[in-house]
């Protein structure tokens, strides 16, 4: 279990709670207030910040006061920036010796899009989207995205200590053990290549550069070619880290950017639709 550097934080949560406690009972939206308390620990301030990050876009809400479309896209994109802070910082602290590129494996096993599919469900996430009936397109990483757009809407509504004492506190404490995680390898490269065999597309690893850093250590640099395109590199102290690291950014690629999954498909000249991995 994560010893919290945020003792004073804790104290403040607390006394606040019992403040909010009462205020809230009177409050037309008590019974939202207190759902995402039960979630986060503390009462939200303005719960529209965490309402919204629960609205997939395939539902199209228009806002009673700017008549435009309200989905949680935009919390998503701030949560995914924060999120990447909160998880730096408590792996820093935690592994106080460790290498650079050690530091950056566990905060990506972290935050890949399966592993906050499954905290978003650890903690009821998943029954609170608001969302038209899941496509295959979406599915995948319908709760990981309603994850994020919370991180957003709590640092919005609280700042970046209140995102990271929930992240600490409800999140680390209760479903992540650092030690054991830091022992599991994800391997990027056999998803990759598993999903190209399944949509029948072309994946090369080319390594593009070998050289020395300043203890004469050899780095190796390695592309991915995905139909022929470049699709991701990587930085490492073996061929096999490279690649590793190049796979996971080919695969965040392929989640991501639409548009450069759709070139892949022209590329191809294959009818079927291509899924991600």
Known sequence: MLVSSLKNMLINVVWRNQIDKV???????????????????????????????LMHKSIAVRSKKTGRLVNNERLE????????????????????????????????K??????????????????????????????HSLCGNAFEALIGAIYLDRGYYYCKWFFEHKIVNRFINLDKLAQKEVNFKSKLVEWSQKNRIEVSFELIEQFFDEHNN??????????G????????????ESQQKAS???????????????????????????TEP
């Open 23 to 53: 205020r809230l009972l009177f409050s037309k939206k008590r019974e939202s207030y207190f759902l995402f308390y039960k979630i986060l620990g503390f009462f939200p301030h303005d719960i529209e910040y965490y309402e919204k990050a």
């Open 218 to 227: 050899p780095i190796f640099q390695t592309e991915i070619l995905i139909a």
């Open 110 to 139: 972290i935050v890949q899009r399966d592993s906050l599919n499954k905290l978003a469900v650890e903690i009821g996430l998943d029954k609170l989207i608001k969302c038209a009936p899941p496509s295959p397109t979406h599915n």
């Open 77 to 108: 994109f701030l949560g995914d920036a924060i999120l990447d802070a909160i998880v730096g910082d408590i792996v820093y602290n935690y592994f106080s010796h460790k290498h650079e590129g050690f530091l950056t494996n566990i905060r990506s």
């Open 229 to 240: 395109v470049s699709s991701g590199q990587g930085i490492g102290y073996s061929k096999k």
């Open 248 to 274: 996971e950014m080919a695969i965040e690629k392929i989640r991501t950017d639409k548009d450069f999954v759709q070139f892949i498909q022209q590329k191809t000249e294959d009818s079927v639709t291509i």
